[in-house]
């Protein structure tokens, strides 16, 4: 299945010749992953230059999917990728959560991926699990939302709201985790992806791993002092990366609405002098944090992802010129920050795939669970 | 092996039991060992309530030994440690090394070590390999010292100059393996390791291992942003935790010559006020960098070592009340802020113990080694 998911059009000689498992063995392993529709033939293929065409294989347009859902502070939103971590439908709402009682926010959370469930069953796809992203510190064991603040959330039990199968995970995981599987960058596998929508989220991936720290807490960039004596922010402490770079901040620096997040863009599309300041303003905000878990963490790049990649063309030359003086390892280069290719997509994409790489990281088990709910004689 | 390594006076019994092997399997084990010299038998052990008492073993106090070297700014340092991680023998010579010829350095390391060297024979030892620490970016593979700012130190071949089965590190990192291997703390895996002699460094210890970095330049504490605008550090940048927290700049702020760095702690000590001060301040300064670094990584704890264990009576208190107001996670407590029981001698012990460790790693390969190097018939 690793094989599989990695190539493009792979045969069973190709998979023997990479996994080194003989030929035979292959093609049986092959076999029960086509009568579990895990896989399937796609015609034939010359393997290179010389031998018999062999047999195309591709991991299964119609087989398991997972659903991904967002709950943002503006907005909810559910999709659902297949194996292959294709987008197969996306269905968004405007919501004006902060402050909003949690039930009601998950019942219409709950319709949205009954939705997506559905128009998944229509397209043949066999729904194994849902994930589901928020802006806060997770549980992830008790499927609970300790803390959003952008929410006003403490302690909701959001996997209990939409049923078995769920998985609850912090939206800055979800994304990096995207980046990792779906982000097209080739062997990038040490990063650290900073994502944002009212806050700063960051996560941290090493050697193709998400990080989550001790306590499941990691990549807390928001809150890293920037300017130990600057304003008030909303965790109590002062200077923090999201009183310079949140949102909030940049609205206000500015000079416009807030909640009204969409119009920074298009202010400084349009050269409006006050939005370009800002976001210089943070772009250095945000490369001063990032120049301090850049010398603590030494990857191999920073990830600008999320709703932040749309502003990528201001912040970046911030960032890469603090990176650039104060990142100790002189082989830093600025073009190792890099923009998601994903966009705001990527968070609910990557809860999507993440509810399906079940499948991928043991097939066996989905193989034996397919078979007992399947009628008798099938 | 690694169960005696965890153990005091175990039994073949009670190894078995541990790893899950049959008795006897572990008995022909232990017969491999014990004849190899790498284990010891140390009397009858009655292993619980019921039962024949079975014969404890440990450790061999006179099997493979590791060599720790130390360069530092003002010292060198070698030492000797056995596979119980105990210190067997320690030489320390004040040394005036910045700016002075690596060649003349290393010579008299060489020496240190060889001086060591005969003394672990003396008690029966068989010094397997050399770990030199070093205060500086290195590369590994490579046995070089890539850039040691504070000794003037750019490609120096050290690995080279001290002969086969030398390994160079950085100091913190190995500061922060001591403190994982021998710092008696119970279950700590996830913490970061702050440690300083002229420049500060730190090192981050995830699940059981330490992170290097995807070029291994991890845990450059040292040069995170405190106060973007602050001083010029001697990196280029401004405002970097050394330029607050450094050697230099305390001697500086407590009024005291520059390299005569023990002066400190006696001023602090006498309760001189400038030396109060400078340490309180630099405190807070640390406080702030590590708000960041436990932000981001979410660790278990911090552990103050190396020769700033000696300084953080002084340093604690703003260390605490940084992190206080700073960490996201409403549960980090001031006393996961902990001050190393090493002290200073962590990095050299930690040097020495890392060159033997790779016996416990992998004892068949020295058994090997061992049976090839002894004359025939013995």
Redesign the interface.
């Known amino acids: 299945m690793g094989a599989l998911a990695a190539g493009e059009k792979v045969t069973r000689a190709a998979v023997a010749a990479e996994v080194g498992l003989a030929r035979a063995t292959v093609s049986t392993l092959v076999d029960e992953l086509l009568a579990a529709g895990l896989v399937e033939e796609r015609g034939a293929q010359r393997p290179g230059t010389v031998g018999r065409p062999g047999t195309a294989l591709a991991l299964s347009e119609t087989g398991p999917a997972g659903i991904g859902a967002e709950i943002g502070v503006d907005h909810l939103a559910a999709c659902v990728t297949d194996l292959r971590g294709r987008l197969r439908c996306r269905v968004q709402a405007p919501a004006a959560n902060r402050g909003r009682p949690a039930p009601a926010v998950l019942a219409e959370l709950a319709g949205l991926t009954a939705l997506v469930t559905g128009q998944a069953r229509d397209q043949g796809l066999h729904p194994v699990g849902t994930t589901v992203a928020v802006p806060g ?1 997770v549980g992830r064991d008790r499927g609970i939302v300790l ?1 959003a603040p952008n929410l006003g959330w403490e302690n909701v039990p959001v996997a209990a709201a939409l049923g078995p199968g769920t998985v609850v995970d912090n939206e800055a995981n979800l994304g990096a985790l995207a980046e990792l599987w779906l982000g097209g960058h080739d062997r990038l596998a ?1 990063f650290v992806h900073v994502s944002a929508e009212i806050g700063i989220g ?1 996560a ?1 991936v ?1 050697e193709g791993r998400l ?11 928001g ?6 004596d600057g304003p008030l922010c909303s ?4 200077g ?1 990366l999201e009183t310079f770079a949140g949102e909030e901040a940049l609205l206000r620096a500015a000079g416009i609405g807030a909640g009204r997040g969409p119009a920074l863009r298009a202010a400084a599309a349009g050269g409006d002098p006050a939005a370009l300041r800002a976001l210089a303003e943070a772009g250095s905000a945000l490369g ?2 990032l ?3 850049v ?6 790049a920073v990830v600008v992802g999320g709703p932040l990649a749309d502003l990528a063309p201001w912040l970046l030359p911030g960032v890469r010129a ?1 990176l650039a ?7 830093w280069r600025p073009e190792d920050v890099v923009t998601s290719r994903l966009g705001s997509d990527g968070v609910l994409r990557g809860a999507a795939y993440s509810a399906v790489r079940t499948v991928l990281d043991d097939p066996a088990r989905w193989i034996q669970k397919d078979e007992r709910s399947q009628p008798a004689g099938v």
């Not at 990080?211 to 960039?221: D, H, I, K, S, V």
């Not at 809150?223 to 130990?228: E, M, Q, T």
């Not at 965790?235 to 002062?238: D, E, P, S, T």
């Not at 010398?295 to 191999?300: A, Y």
């Open positions: 510190l803390r040490d960051a941290v090493v990080f989550r720290g001790a306590r499941g807490f990691a990549g807390e960039l809150h890293v002092p920037v300017r130990p965790c109590g402490a002062h923090c001063i944090a120049s301090g878990a010398n603590l963490l030494d990857p191999q603090e003086d104060r990142v100790t390892d002189r082989r």
